[in-house]
């Protein structure tokens, strides 16, 4: 099925979706990370993240662009990704909380190529104890610069007291024909710090992301293991 074709079955769902619908909640933040075990390019790097999320009575959206700043490797990076979950069904009760239908667009662009691919995956929201969310997508991957392949990618948030908060993703991708199979597995551990600084709580964090990531990029025998310093001000 072509891309056009995707795209309007797409539009059809969120037109439909979004006839009566409500938002339920929102949330918008600003992240600053460092790191200096990067691997391809520069080994040290600074991030500015904007993200935002929303829940609505069809389902949610999730929207995050990065600007990465690697003084040896050509200059500036942009990545970043727009993805929406739209409700199918939801079980009256049990291990599943809901269905979704889930179109995501990645995005970037550097000194040396853009490049923009689909992905369309069925997922869900499973109940796991303690967890504000844990949720598996199953993608296809239509790839602008090689060939397509295959995506499961995890999302969690823990909250583990009243102000520590860990919370990640995993992507594991199969291999294409110019890249190896790939596991990139991300989390962060925050604290609110804004708490004793005079801030409302639940809108300053500080932390560590720390990302492994095996075959990074799908270069076979890359693998990074990165800490990064982290601040998030929830807006």
Do not use: C
């Amino acid at each position: 099925m072509s891309l056009k074709k995707y795209a309007a079955i797409i539009g059809t769902l969120l037109l439909t979706s979004t006839v009566n619908a409500e938002q339920i909640w929102s949330d918008a933040s600003i992240s600053f990370l460092n790191g200096s075990n990067y691997e391809v390019g520069d080994s040290e790097k600074s991030i500015i993240t904007l993200e935002h999320a929303s829940g609505h009575t069809w389902g949610s959206t999730f929207v995050f662009v990065d600007r990465l700043h690697d003084s040896n490797f050509g200059g500036n990076e942009t990545y970043g990704e727009m993805s929406a979950k739209i409700t199918l069904f939801k079980p009256k009760n049990g291990f599943i909380k809901d269905v979704y239908f889930s179109p995501q667009l990645e995005f970037g662009s550097n000194p040396f190529s853009n490049f923009n691919n689909y992905l369309f995956g069925v997922g869900a929201n499973l109940n796991i104890p303690n967890a504000k969310y844990f949720n598996v997508t199953f993608f296809t991957r239509n790839n602008d610069l090689s060939d397509n392949n295959s995506q499961v990618t995890f999302v969690w948030s823990f909250p583990l007291t009243d102000s520590v908060v860990y919370d990640g993703f995993a992507d594991i991708a199969t291999s294409h024909d110019t890249a190896s199979a790939q596991q990139n597995i991300t989390s962060q551990l925050k604290y609110d710090v804004g708490q004793h600084l005079g801030v409302k709580k639940g809108r300053l964090y500080a932390g560590i992301e720390y990302v492994y990531w095996n075959n990074k990029f799908g270069i076979d025998g890359i693998t990074e293991s990165n800490v990064n310093f982290l601040v998030k001000w929830h807006l």
